[in-house]
């Protein structure tokens, strides 16, 4: 008798994982991806190399002296000019 609870516990269970698999499946949506991505992924590149060049142009947004923070780099003029 416990034994048959036993199975029909790790059955119930096991059909449990697939239903939360398969509904996992169902509710992602999908990733929308940019032109850009789509081109650098059908020259060759990988995830990790789209994620680097990410990760690298945020720094350089976050870290560049008056940038607007759309994706450019903007050149900041160091030190003041002075005319006589």
């Not at 929308?32 to 142009?57: C, F, H, N, P, Q």
Request: proline share 1%; hydrophobic share 45%.
């Amino acid at each position: 008798m416990i034994l048959g609870w036993v199975v029909f516990f790790l059955i119930f269970s096991y059909n449990v994982f697939i239903m939360f698999k398969l509904l996992n499946k169902l509710n992602t949506a999908p990733r929308v991806k940019s032109k850009l991505v789509l081109k650098l992924e059908k020259d060759g590149y990988t995830k990790d190399i789209l994620e680097a060049i990410r990760a690298e142009r945020e720094e350089s947004n976050n870290t560049a002296k008056g940038s607007s923070n759309d994706g450019r780099i903007t050149v900041v003029r160091v030190g003041a000019h002075t005319g006589n």
